[in-house]
């Protein structure tokens, strides 16, 4: 089999073309609304073990489980069925960094809320910190994925050149 | 060991599709024909082609109600692309032009690339191919299906890639091995 250089050049730079096109093209990293249900979960048991006397709580608490469980069995299906997953080797290190940075001061953040609620005298700290914290990962995760995304396809564009 | 060409994935759309399933853990069948721009028939041959070869995984399920269908690079697969485009790169190397070192263990290929594309990718090969073009390197094929130098099979395949052809370097690829004729040259070819 003999090709020329300038085919060559042609093949590569086509396979460059296909991958950025396939990468720009591909869902979010993860379904942002899996996080969300993660908040909605924290925000449950802090509501049914802050507000509700413990007789609720005996009955909410198996319920969130099971609705996080689903959350969970629904979340790995869905990223099992993605129309395309980025291979390990084509995510921008960097997106998962700051994926960790997000967890990190979301996870602070919302202690730090708590306690700063908890300081001022609002009733129900945990649980207004956890409808708090819902809606900023309501807000958050969506921009969050989609640059993680960005990353990779901007990774595909520029790798080493 | 010099990487060779794999002549499994040579071909433009088996290359296409290599390369997309490359960067993807798993692609499914309508991304992956909808990336491409190419037809469910086109992607059904090459997908099982490769998966005889052992290149390709495939994978079937339900969403919803809906049956769908996923693609995989197998390890195989993955070395082959990788050596076939380490082949490439040897090739566009040994031309003269600055080429990085291949990455090992890794599905993304396209450090090279993108040096590749930088120096490269500024010939007449890329210049948009018109009806004319087209025309003739279909022209091409059938005399060489009537020369026996092609198959039918083959036939259907190069004139479907000669259709969806953007530029002349495409065209040129389709039409490398059969070189007597020389269609793209200005000229047409002389009549005998």
Redesign the interface.
Known sequence: ????????????????E??????R??PPMFPSWYVVAVWVFVTGMQFFTEVTPLSALRIALPVLSIGLMAAVFKFVMDIR??????????VDPWAWGGFAVWIVITAFGSVGVAVGLEALGVSYPRTVMGVTMTVVALITTPILTRWMSMRTVRR?E???? | MTPQLDPVIHATTRLQIASLLAAADEAEFAFVRDSLDISDSVLSKHASALEAAGYVKIRKGHVGKRPRTWFSLTRAGREAYQNHVAALQAIVAQSGLSVLGPRGGQGWSNDLVGAVMEDAVIDPHDIRAGDQDRGKVAEMLHVAVSDGRITMDELTERIERTYTARTVGELAAIVADLRQTNVLSSSPPPMS
Request: aromatic share 0%.
């Open positions: 089999m003999h090709i020329t250089p300038e085919e060559a050049a042609q093949s590569l730079a086509q396979i460059h296909t991958q950025r096109r396939a990468l093209s591909a069925n993605q129309s395309m997953r980025p291979h390990p080797g084509v595909a520029t790798a080493n050149r």
